[in-house]
């Protein structure tokens, strides 16, 4: 029932995934010295720029942003002001989000915050560009039995993914390894682009494997 919206997640998760590679690989050439470990942040900056452009490219080409009711400058120019705002306000919930899970508060501030913004554009970016700047909906597509298509209950898969792995890769910061990705926020950032991409594999995946069980309510 839905292999065409199936295979057109898939595509767009490949384009996702070649926008990260291209991310890491393209400032090698260009930057010297550059690298994931030795320029965290630029390499950081360079993914999180690289996925919010190609999302938002991608997706609007799909039609899969909520189309605009109304068609006037001012509308659009606000709908744009307000996912700006709402980027802007995510970045800063993550980053007290992970000051209350233990980073530094005043010392590696700048690492943190990139952090932030890397979690941003991996997970909110994803719900401006599916639901557009709708809280409403951001609460009922993470509450239970919210999804009401296949790109929510996408949604609901990559979001836990990318979240979950900066989880996972705070853990082997306080190990007494002296490896340079135990360097904050190496670990997490790794972690959060890790799981970004298993949730782009398993996404599309599961909801192929899962199709003749899905049942949606009508919008």
Not at 3 to 32: G, N, Y
Not at 88 to 112: D, K, M, N, Q, R
Not at 122 to 127: A, E, F, K, P
Not at 190 to 216: D, M, N, Q, V
């Amino acid at each position: 029932m839905w292999d065409h919206e199936i295979r057109a997640m898939a595509s767009t998760h490949a384009i996702l995934a070649a926008s990260v590679f291209m991310a890491t690989v393209l400032p090698a050439v260009f930057v010297p010295g550059f690298s994931v470990y030795g320029t965290h942040l630029l390499w950081l900056y360079s993914v999180s720029a690289a996925v919010t452009v190609v999302s938002v490219a991608v997706f609007w080409l799909l039609g899969v942003t909520p189309p605009t009711k109304k068609h006037t400058l001012g509308y659009k120019l606000s709908r744009l002001f307000r996912s700006c705002l709402y980027f802007f306000l995510s970045c800063l919930f993550f980053h007290t989000l992970v000051v209350l899970y233990g980073a530094p508060l005043i010392e590696s501030a700048l690492e943190t915050f990139s952090l932030a913004v890397l979690l941003t554009s991996l997970t909110t970016l994803r719900c401006l560009c599916v639901l557009g700047p709708n809280i409403q909906a951001w609460i009922r597509v993470f509450s239970r039995h919210g999804a009401m298509s296949v790109w929510d209950t996408c949604l609901q898969i990559t979001v836990a993914c990318t979240v979950v792995g900066a989880w996972v890769g705070a853990f082997p910061i306080p190990l007494d390894w002296d490896r340079p990705w135990q360097v904050w926020p190496v670990s997490c950032s790794l972690g959060a682009l890790f799981g970004f991409l298993t949730g782009l594999i398993a996404a599309p995946a599961w909801i192929h494997y899962h199709r003749k069980h899905l049942t949606y309510k009508c919008k």
